[in-house]
């Protein structure tokens, strides 16, 4: 599905370099790297802070920690989603209030987070699912109204840019109080290793997240409020500090894989091809088809017969999953659930390689 090494290739000598630079300095934890990379990363999302630390999950943690929110309280979440999401709102006693997407951008449905809006919501994570942006106009419209939260988890869309109704382009991730995201690997800014960091707007905000991340202390030893330990290590920061300079090339080539599948499934009413939103731009975390009246896991299992990875992202609507059995209904979740597939895409796909993975799809549905 991706091809790390590729990657790691082209880059080796700045990577090499920066890792052993962290090395030769022996500061591992909270070395100067940290606040370089933070530093850097804000400038290029245009964002105050930047609270790096130890995965995505933690982020969403801490970010719902540092608004204390009380046990009861409610969060609204798409349905179809990573558990993640879902999963750091149930750790904290709050009540995770699922809702269905839309059928078409994946994104969460509007109209069902404003119907699930009680007197006990208190906050809503929308996730820019796949990489492009969730409708932010109208989450932040809503969330004013009815005074919530908005934290976005951004652990997909790291560097889409959208266009507001005011005509200003922004950052996915820092236009809530809080946006979240995840240096995990295969992500779009992957390290080696486990990482995370928490954006925000908001220097209050900030503050609060950057203690809790801290075990809660802002002098050492003085304990203010109960926190956890969650880091970025030097190391991850260093290699993460080289990849950010190439984020936008890989932004880039990650679209040109796209708009070849586009092109490839175009005129097949049995695949449908991702929508574009207008005011949103799309970085492609993943390229992910629906098949329409075609069995999905046949495809999937041709495809691996020949060699040929795909994956389905996700299989099982979060209200299934035995951790969160929830009643209610998700239509759309429950129908992606099974139209679903994801295809290979990342910065090192050849035209050739990307041409077996078409083809073979092809000739399976002929
Ligand atoms: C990857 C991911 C996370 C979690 O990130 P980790 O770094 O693996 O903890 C959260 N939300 C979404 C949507 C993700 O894709």
Do not use: W
């Amino acid at each position: 599905m991706v091809d790390l090494k590729g990657q790691y290739q082209k880059i080796k000598h700045e990577v090499d370099d920066a890792i052993q630079g962290v090395i030769d300095s022996t500061s591992f934890i909270n070395g100067p790297k940290v606040q370089e990379f933070a530093k850097n990363l804000e400038n290029y999302l245009d964002v105050k802070h930047v609270i790096p630390c130890a995965n995505g999950t933690d982020a969403l943690q801490v970010a719902l920690m540092a608004l204390g929110l009380k046990p009861g309280d409610e969060v609204i979440v798409p349905c179809f989603t990573y558990v993640a999401t879902a999963e750091v709102i149930a750790l904290l006693g709050l009540t995770p209030v699922l809702v269905d997407v839309d059928p078409d951008t994946f994104q969460i449905d509007i109209h069902q987070f404003k119907s699930a809006i009680t007197a006990d919501t208190k906050a809503v994570v929308p996730v820019h699912l796949f990489g492009q942006c969730s409708d932010m106009d109208a989450i932040m419209e809503i969330a004013d109204e009815q005074g919530l939260f908005v934290i976005e988890d951004t652990a997909q869309a790291i560097g889409a840019k959208i266009t507001m109704k005011d005509g200003v382009q922004r950052s996915a991730g820092c236009i809530g109080h809080f946006g979240t995201t995840s240096f995990f690997p295969s992500k779009n800014l992957g390290c080696y290793g486990d990482g995370g960091a928490i954006l925000t707007n908001d220097s209050e905000l900030a503050a609060k997240a950057k203690m809790i991340c801290n075990h809660g202390q802002k002098k050492k030893y003085y304990h203010s409020v109960i926190g956890v330990n969650s880091r970025l290590d030097t190391l991850q920061a260093a290699i993460l500090d080289v990849k950010l300079k190439h984020l936008d090339s890989y932004s880039d080539a990650r679209r040109k894989v796209a708009a070849r599948y586009d092109e490839a499934f175009k005129n097949d009413p049995r695949f449908i091809t991702p929508k574009r939103v207008e005011n949103s731009t799309h970085v492609f975390h993943q390229y992910t088809l629906k098949l329409n009246g075609v069995d999905r896991d046949a495809v999937k299992a041709y495809l691996a017969e020949n060699g040929v990875p795909s994956m389905v992202y996700y299989p099982v609507p979060l209200n299934e999953q035995e951790a969160f059995k929830t009643v209610g209904n998700f239509p759309v979740t429950v129908d992606l659930c099974k139209q679903v597939l994801s295809l290979p895409i990342c910065t090192e796909l050849s035209e050739e390689n990307q041409n077996t993975v078409i083809q073979t799809i092809l000739k399976f549905i002929k």
